[in-house]
């Protein structure tokens, strides 16, 4: 293995890449699993998938920074749509994010018939967006990413009491006259940005678990919130790691979800093997 | 305009809209997403097994998977998972399963991730029912015809059972209700439901038949059997205007017609908000 590593500069580029996406994807996913809205990164990510084609259609090539920031916007007008769903209405809070995936994703697919009728020939590829497709990364995505993904990390690191008392103790937060608005803002937005990163990698249907199961999987070997976010962005990092090699020996199976398949076991023999009460 | 299509369309949004009002009370949206999710890996181990797409037992077979899928998320949560946690750990992993086996086993057969995903209502009116060579119409029509039938015998018999565990699963546990049972022939019913639509609608569609017609028309009424008769209405008339669209300007009809239940919804929601608005300026 070490062998074929060092000898494929390629794979060392996505591995990279998938490995940051799998901290930071781990860190933030540990932190909306414990605020109990696992699934809200499920919603944010089907919805960003009409943003990337829209982008497509205004700027009519490939510009993969321009078409993220297209799919970030989705996510953000996604996710005001479900707040004004959850303030105006008493519409259950799954059903709204339900609604609002399908309806998104369901927008996406519409865009994406309008740009394969308009026979665009740079269209082809577009729809690697839905599982992922690593053969596109270069060198300088890499660097991107890597920058994003420390400036994540290091944000999370500056607000851990904050974020910590947010999550257990919403009350006394309050009374210590912190913003709730603030750190809310705050997660989501991150969140939204490693969707943005991590679309690319493991695609939008698929995204929600990379999000999740390092969360879950963490949460079954300690009860500390620190030590949570450390356990969760490493098996993130290893699912990433280890999926992205998987799928470079088998170049038949796609990468989003090999990653995905290798996350949700390590979760699953976590919950099996659970060592905290 | 293809009268078939949107025959199949119709019957197809009638039983989702039927049981969605259901799934909608009993906070079941996102099971339900995970269930047509994993309808792709149930409806493709059945497929290895049995080798055609049509088959009653196809059917049969991935919707017990996808009542598997339900005890699995149902296990998980006893072990102190969060229940959304614990559904967005096992679709997705179901769902990968799924891709990959696809990936490797059955390229060029006849489960593609693209109809999965998009449906294939286009096509779907290729194959059809013949008996001695007489042309019957579309399979699926017939296909979605049955289910139709079966749910609404189902929630006829079981209508006063299903109401009470919607509203008050405690009181339904005290009165005697076998709420165990009710609740497991629910889960089969909407699995069987998910995988037959899921081979001609797709996984996305199928959610947004399913929550989109009964939220909205939880918007307008508390009472269940209103809710019930409002919800199919606003799923037929978004099924006739999604289509129509879709017709017009040569797109996907999945996709316009899961845009359309999020805008009526939406639509409403201003509706109401703006009816509610007016009623207390008037008042103050």
Redesign the interface.
Known sequence: MGKLILNNYILIVIMVGTTLIGIVSGILGSII?LR????I??ALAHASFPGVMLSFMIIKTKNIELLLIGAGCFSIISLV?IK??KK?????Y?????????????????L???IQ?TGNSNQAGLKKF??GEVATILSSDIQIISIISITIILIVVLFRKEIKLFIFDKEFYKSLGFSCEFLDNLIILLTVIVIMMGIRFVGV??M??I???P??AA?QWSNSFYKNLVLSGLFGGLAGFVGTFISFKNS???I???I??VV??I??IS?FL?KVK | MNFEILMILIITSFSCSLIGVFI?LR????L??AIS?TALIGVVLAYLIIRDINSPFLIIGASAVCVLTVYLIEV?SD?K??K???????F??L???G??II??KLKNSQIS?NSA??GKLEFIIFKRLTINNIDLGPLALYIMLVIAVVIAVFIIIFYKELKVISFDIIFAKTSGVSVLLVHYLFISLISLTAVSAFNIVGV??V??LI??P??TS??FTKNLKKTIIFSIFIGLINSLVGYGIAFK????I??????V???V??LA?LF??GINEYNRRKLS
Not at chain 2, 84 to 90: E, Y
């Open positions: 699993t109990k809205e696992a699934l990164g499920n749509i004004i769903i105006y209405s008493k519409i259950k799954d059903s709204a994010l339900a609604l609002v995936l399908s309806g998104f994703f369901g927008l996406g697919q519409v994406l018939s309008i009728n839905i599982f249907i698929l929600t678990s999000l999740i199961a969360g879950i949460r038949d199976l796609s989003g979800p090999i995905v398949v949700s076991l979760a699953i919950v659970k | 909608s906070k079941m949206a996102m339900m997403d999710h998980l072990k998972i969060e959304g946690a614990a559904t967005g750990l096992i997705p992993l769902f990968s399963l891709v990959l990936d490797r991730i995903l998009f996305i569609l959610i947004s929550i989109g009964s939220v939880l918007l300007y040569d797109i996907i999945s996709g316009a017609v899961a845009s239940n999020m805008v919804f939406l929601l109401i908000g």
